[in-house]
Nanobody
Framework: QVQLVESGGGLVQAGGSLRLSCAASGRTFSRNAMGWFRQAPGKEREFVGVITWGGGSTSYADSGKGRFTISRDSAKKMVYLQMNSLKPEDTAVYFC??????????????WGQGTQVTVSS
């Protein structure tokens, strides 16, 4: 079992920054990657980015490239999503998830409860 808890969401003005954190516990290394997803009201959950626990390889959705950075602290079992130059369209509930390396939701079988990010214009 893997437990995930996100934090760091909030209200920010357009152009601002936020750093989300995901605290993992349990058998975290039974899954080789940690992903970030988001879901806006009335929309499907979408991939934001992913990082591997081991080598720290990353992959990002086009929507966040150049603005979002994922990092991890394997010793602390923490994963971070640094979001810069935020836009109103980034408003969503952000989830971290444990699973395989990739963008498909089906690769991930452990999910956090989500943290709300609201970007005002």
């Amino acid at each position: 079992q893997v437990q995930l808890v996100e934090s760091g969401g909030g209200l920010v003005q357009a152009g601002g920054s936020l750093r989300l954190s995901c605290a993992a516990s349990g058998r975290t290394f039974s899954r080789n990657a940690m992903g970030w997803f988001r879901q806006a009201p009335g929309k499907e959950r979408e991939f934001v980015g992913v990082i591997t626990w081991g080598g720290g390889s990353t992959s990002y959705a086009d929507s966040g490239k150049g603005r979002f950075t994922i990092s991890r602290d394997s010793a602390k079992k923490m994963v971070y999503l640094q979001m810069n130059s935020l836009k109103p369209e980034d408003t969503a509930v952000y989830f971290c998830a444990a699973g395989g390396f990739g963008s498909s939701i089906s690769l991930y079988d452990y999910w956090g409860q989500g943290t709300q990010v609201t970007v005002s214009s």
